[in-house]
């Protein structure tokens, strides 16, 4: 849903290089489905990829900034992972 809505909002020139790269035409249904099957895309191979830890980071309520370091061991979470790209 978060997908279509964003696809909405692109600009001309936005959308054409999202369907660019998702090698769809360039028409707001095919931009739309196309960023709606690559959104969950990461969610459907997370298991057979050795991936799943990056999908989440466990937070305690009373968890601040600087705690996500200590609850993200070997960099095998979201945060991790996002450092690594």
């Known amino acids: 849903m978060a997908a279509r809505l964003a696809a909405r909002h692109l600009t001309p020139t936005a959308q054409e290089r999202v369907a660019e790269l998702l090698e769809v035409d360039n028409n707001p249904q095919a931009v739309a489905d196309a960023l709606a099957v690559a959104a969950t895309w990461?969610?459907?191979?997370?298991?057979?990829?050795?991936?799943?830890?990056?999908?989440?980071?466990?937070?305690?309520?009373?968890?601040?900034?600087?705690?996500?370091?200590?609850?993200?061991?070997?960099?095998?979470?979201?945060?991790?992972?996002?450092?690594?790209?």
């Open 42 to 85: 990461a969610d459907e191979v997370r298991k057979d990829t050795a991936t799943e830890s990056w999908h989440f980071l466990n937070l305690a309520w009373q968890d601040g900034r600087t705690d996500m370091i200590q609850r993200c061991e070997n960099d095998d979470c979201v945060d991790g992972a996002r450092a690594a790209f």
